[in-house]
């Protein structure tokens, strides 16, 4: 393929907003193979992990590394308390000023923004600031958003939407989790 080929086809890329969503698991697997692809493909990854503890040697985070994706995990464990002034909540919104500026820059072709619902669905976030920064990104920048709960003006804005829905999972016959299956 010749560069000029090349750049005619970024040229008319449409950059998507992705939303995996539901009760069942699968959210972040999906997306973290999208960011595969990207990286199979030659193009830039960020990923923004909200909620998940920095210090989690997650399986995907280590994968990541190896690939020289970029990667930053801005929360410090599953939240329970949607207090807007828990640390929690802190790092979430540090976590989307640094998100909307990945973003904003045209620098990543893919942006995911792991575990995000969380802060919209908590409050911790103005969503409808929040759906107009996504809606003002460079055309050719991807954003995939993962989480449970996903709002309807979100789905309403999203261009790919899948809910994982849980049929059955091993936790219900009390095995632990698996690693490199859930973590």
């Not at 090349?6 to 999906?30: C, E, F, M, Q, Y």
Request: aromatic fraction near 8%.
């Amino acid at each position: 393929m010749t560069a000029k080929s090349r750049s005619d086809r970024s040229a008319n890329a449409h950059g998507l907003l992705i939303v995996n969503t539901g009760d069942g698991k699968g959210k972040t697997t999906a997306a973290m193979g999208l960011a595969m692809r990207a990286v199979g493909q030659g193009l830039g990854v960020c990923v923004i992990q909200f909620i998940k503890d920095e210090k989690g040697r997650w399986g995907e985070r280590m994968a990541a590394e190896a690939l020289r994706v970029e990667w930053h995990t801005m929360g410090d464990g599953f939240v329970f308390d949607p207090d807007p002034n828990s640390p929690a909540a802190r790092l979430a919104r540090e976590g989307w000023r640094l998100a909307s500026d990945k973003i904003a820059s045209g620098a990543y072709s893919l942006v995911v923004l792991d575990e995000f619902t969380y802060p919209l669905k908590f409050g911790w976030l103005d969503e409808t600031d929040v759906l107009a920064q996504l809606a003002s990104r460079p055309g050719h920048v991807h954003v995939a958003i993962t989480g449970r709960d996903a709002s309807p003006a979100l789905i309403a804005q999203a261009d790919l939407v899948t809910e994982m829905v849980l049929i059955k999972h091993p936790f219900e016959r009390g095995v632990r989790a698996q690693r490199g299956i859930e973590f």
